[in-house]
C-alpha cells in the first residue's frame, strides 16, 4: 500500500493521533509523516490541531520563559467522511409520458 494512503487509513481509523502516533503506525519516521499528514491537511481531509505546550496558565506566554520550556505539539483529526459510512441507495426516478 501507498505510504500516503497509509497514512490517511491510519488517521481515519484513530481519528485523532500525534505525528508520532502516526508515524509509528506506518512505520515510517515522524519528520516524514508529518510531510504526509501535511498533504491530508491540504487537501482538507485533516485538520491540524496545535496542542498548548506552556507549564503556566498566566495567559502571557513568553513572560516568565516557562511557556517556551516545551515544545509545541500538533495533533491530526480526522475530517473526511468515515470508511464504513453507509451510502444511501440512489431514490429511483420514473420517467411519466406526458398526455
Known sequence: MNPLFAVRDCLRDRQLASA???AACVQVSTP???DML???V???LIERIDAQG???SSGSCGSCG???ARKTAALYQWRGSKPD???TPA???LMLRSA
Open 20 to 22: 508520532a502516533e502516526i
Open 32 to 34: 516524514i509523516a508529518e
Open 38 to 40: 501535511a498533504h491530508w
Open 42 to 44: 491540504q487537501r482538507g
Open 54 to 56: 506552556g507549564v503556566c
Open 66 to 68: 516557562l511557556c517556551g
Open 85 to 87: 459510512a453507509t451510502p
Open 91 to 93: 431514490a429511483r426516478v
